[in-house]
């Protein structure tokens, strides 16, 4: 292990520039790998581990503080179009969880294979580790930060 990486550009600059061969990534640095002018003639590859792949996911969320839940849920709505859903893809290498009518609109097609996006259950276990919150999550996140001073 070269070291833990606080934004997702060194992990990419390392790799880059030949000091690590495998590296943690979000889809989307994966994609900035593969497609950096050193990489060029390059076998770069997206791993599906044998443990499976770790899975994030956000949203958004609506407080019952709202000053103005109406445009709220229409800001929310919007960002669950298929168009943007497609976009995200596009854009940013992530997934939706929108799903219907998606991939019609994906632009880049190549993203649907390399990711799988066409395939559901490879985002689900044991293909697929959703992050949930562990019982003894502070004490995770303290011997963490242990490890990454020493």
Not at 14 to 41: L, S
Not at 86 to 100: C, G, I, K, P, R
Not at 116 to 130: I, Y
Request: with cysteine.
């Amino acid at each position: 292990m070269r070291n833990y990486w606080s934004a997702e550009n060194d992990a990419i600059e390392d790799f880059v520039n030949g000091n690590v061969v495998v590296t943690y990534a979000w889809p989307g640095g994966y994609w900035r790998i593969k497609n950096h002018p050193k990489m060029k003639g390059r076998n770069i590859k997206y791993m599906q581990p044998v443990e499976g792949r770790g899975v994030w996911v956000c949203g958004m969320v609506l407080t019952q503080t709202a000053k103005r839940p109406g445009r709220a849920m229409l800001a929310m709505a919007s960002a669950n179009r298929p168009q943007a859903a497609a976009d995200l893809t596009d854009f940013y290498q992530y997934a939706a969880a929108q799903q219907q009518g998606v991939d019609a609109l994906i632009k880049n097609r190549e993203l649907i294979e390399i990711f799988q996006l066409d395939q559901p259950d490879a985002w689900k276990p044991p293909l697929a580790w959703p992050d949930r919150p562990l019982p003894n999550q502070r004490e995770v996140q303290v011997a963490g930060e242990e490890v990454k001073s020493a």
